[in-house]
């Protein structure tokens, strides 16, 4: 989906209508997003918290650390 970009072919526009098709399903309900952990700023006791998830191989949708 993005080697139009990467290679910067006159068609890039068609880029961004794949997107804004999920926006719309995504705003209409109709998909939804995987997140399923939140653990809020990155730092060192949460990036071991979302590891660990990870090892016991129970985490199921994204994990999301923020702040970097």
């Not at 653990?39 to 994204?62: C, F, Q, S």
């Amino acid at each position: 989906m993005f080697a139009r970009s990467s290679f910067g072919t006159p068609e890039m526009i068609e880029q961004g209508r794949p997107l804004d098709e999920l926006a719309q399903l995504f705003d209409a309900g109709a998909i939804r997003a995987t997140l399923a952990e939140h653990y809020g700023r990155i730092d060192a006791a949460n990036l071991r918290r979302a590891h660990a998830l990870v090892e016991r191989g129970t985490a199921r949708g994204k994990i999301v650390l923020e702040g970097f």
